[in-house]
């Protein structure tokens, strides 16, 4: 049976962990509200542009932007394939991060699998924002862009819009061919998982998985039978809206990710504070089965003493009775 001091030190020790654990409960489960009350906000945004280039898409209009078109490679060419990977700043949110770095790492390795057997080589670019998914990327021996350094908590539009600069310069210059993200999206309140899509070149078709089933078709404005004019010209409204699909992109994926992970923390930290309160439970029960040992051992030495109190008296008034006697 443990000593009655150490079982009350673990005690203590429990004790203060399920108040730490408690607290980021609760400060997870308010930033988690604010999150996913920004992103029901984000939501009909990204869905509005979205839906816009599908619609399109389904009119057939040709997309002659550089933007919309997937590049050709020839057997022995390169394909420049650059990451967008969500992670977080901070641990203790379950399995989110963890979760969010295999599927990156599984994808990178199917991706450049199918290249080498069609023959092309891969060179694969990680910018990632959050610093624990940077640095076990760097660990693992990935291109890890050093100088990307942005934080997933409170996204703001502005943030957004500077990522979305950054991503359409990168591809625009030719420094990258195919431009992923990779976050964790959230299909209901308690479930998420880790998904990737493809940003740019833009694919109407995959777009149209994005859109929210309770919202495909509410934002539809063109009829399938009616003439578009488009004014001031086409490259115009195609350049106006590739920024405001990357913005939106970007901003929705942010929001998205940011309320993934305070969900996942929450959630975390609830299993946690109840894992600490059945640690308590059990060592409770200890602690009463030790001071019970205790105690019997206590009235077993007590009880003990007096017999062999009792008999030392009795020895001792024997003796005397016989001393008596022989005088």
């Not at 990680?126 to 409170?154: M, Q, S």
Request: glycine share 6%; hydrophobic share 40%.
């Amino acid at each position: 049976m443990a000593q009655i001091s150490e079982i009350k030190k673990r005690i203590n020790s429990v004790k203060d962990i399920k108040q730490m654990t408690r607290a980021m409960q609760l400060i997870s489960a308010v930033k988690m509200r604010r999150a996913r009350q920004l992103l029901e906000r984000t939501l009909p945004f990204f869905t509005l542009c979205a839906e816009t280039i599908v619609e399109l898409d389904e009119m057939g209009i040709d997309f002659e932007s550089r933007f919309f078109t997937l590049r050709q490679k020839k057997k022995g060419e390169t394909w420049k394939i650059g990451y967008f990977v969500l992670t977080g700043d901070q641990g203790l949110a379950g399995a989110y991060n963890l979760n969010v770095l295999n599927t990156t790492e599984k994808h990178i390795q199917l991706k450049t699998i199918d290249n080498i057997q069609k023959g092309l080589n891969t060179t694969v670019k990680l910018y990632v924002a959050g610093k624990i998914g940077k640095e076990r990327l760097e660990r693992n021996g990935f291109a890890v862009v050093e100088d990307f350094e942005y934080p997933i908590n409170a996204p703001t539009y502005y943030r957004a819009r500077d990522i979305s600069d950054y991503i359409l310069d990168l591809y625009g210059r030719g420094e990258l061919d195919l431009v992923y993200f990779i976050y964790t999206k959230m299909e209901s309140a308690i479930t998420m998982k880790p998904f990737v899509t493809r940003v740019l070149p833009v694919n109407p078709k995959a777009m149209a998985e994005l859109i929210p089933p309770e919202m495909q078709g509410l934002n539809r404005g063109i009829q399938a039978t009616a003439e578009i004019e488009f004014s001031p010209s086409v490259e115009a409204v195609v350049e106006y809206l590739i920024n405001t699909y990357m913005n939106a992109m970007v901003y929705g994926v942010l929001t998205e990710a940011y309320a993934s992970e305070q969900t996942a923390r929450m959630t975390a930290m609830d299993n946690a504070t109840k894992s600490s309160e059945d640690m308590l439970y059990k060592l409770t029960l200890m602690n009463n089965q030790a001071r019970q040992a205790q105690i019997t051992n206590d009235i077993s030495e007590i009880v003990g003493g007096a017999e062999v109190l009792g008999q030392e008296t009795a020895q001792a008034k024997q003796r005397a009775y016989e001393q008596m006697e022989g005088e």
